[in-house]
């Protein structure tokens, strides 16, 4: 595969897509595996099996020794645990944080530069860094929120890929209520792209299940723009 990882694209614009109409988006072209879903103010892109099912077994058995942590995050003036675990890895400078916790910066792992090359060939976009993500059981959750840190800048695209157990995704419209929650239940091997807008006028989540379900990995991958801090 051949890369020019010098090459001035913007960093959260598609650099291999052909040039398209204004009213198109970038990432119409991908394979007719991956399903669009166009959002009031915002859009998302769906590839149910990006990854084959062993691939996907195998590497949630690899991520699974990740650096992981549990990190404590500051809601109206005290430290709470967040329910599941979290790791960062990305590029030198690549800092990040949420909600007051600023996540120690891993290196690549060799399956992670992998995912990552593989996403550059599938969307045409660079990500210098990759928030994972695991949820133990139905129990563990994240709850509504916005990836719209500054550090991301602006239309962000983020890449999310799911391992193991499924479990159900939800979007609502920070504003305009009238619009009815999206739901998607997030399959292992899958590829979500969060693109536009969505960041800016969307909300999303991943509520707790009663469930007895095993765990489930997730790896946003972002792009960070503002890498001085
Ligand atoms: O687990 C997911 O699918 C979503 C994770 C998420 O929203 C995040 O890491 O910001
Ligand atoms: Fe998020």
């Known amino acids: 595969m051949q890369i020019d990882l010098f090459s001035d694209n913007s960093p959260n614009y598609p650099s291999g897509s052909p040039s398209k109409s204004p009213s198109e988006s970038p990432f119409d072209s991908l394979s007719d595996s991956c399903q669009k879903i166009e959002l009031t103010d915002g859009e998302l892109v769906y590839c149910p099996d990006w990854l ?8 949630y058995r690899v991520f699974s020794r990740l650096a992981w942590q549990q990190s404590q995050i500051r ?13 960062w890895y990305g590029d030198l400078g690549a800092n990040y944080g949420y909600s007051g916790v600023r996540l120690p910066l891993n290196t690549w792992t060799s399956e992670l530069r992998v995912l990552r090359e593989q996403l550059l060939s599938t969307t045409g976009c660079r990500f210098n860094s990759v928030l994972a993500n695991w949820y133990r059981s139905g129990q563990d959750s994240v709850s509504w929120h916005s ?22 995704f939800q979007l609502r419209h920070k504003t305009k ?5 999206v739901a998607l239940d997030l399959a292992s091997g899958s590829l979500l792209l969060m693109l536009g807008k969505t960041q800016t006028h969307w909300q999303h989540q ?18 960070i723009v503002n890498n001085e801090k």
Do not use: C, H, W
């Open 52 to 59: 084959s099912a062993s691939e996907s077994t195998d590497l």
């Open 206 to 223: 991943i509520p707790k299940t009663k469930r007895i379900i095993g765990g489930r990995i997730n790896l946003t991958f972002r792009n």
């Open 177 to 181: 209520r009238e619009i009815e929650t």
């Open 147 to 168: 990836d719209d840190e500054p550090e991301l800048g602006e239309n962000p695209v983020i890449a999310s890929v799911s391992l193991g157990e499924t479990r159900r």
């Open 75 to 87: 809601m109206m003036g005290q430290y709470v645990t967040i329910p599941r675990l979290n790791a």
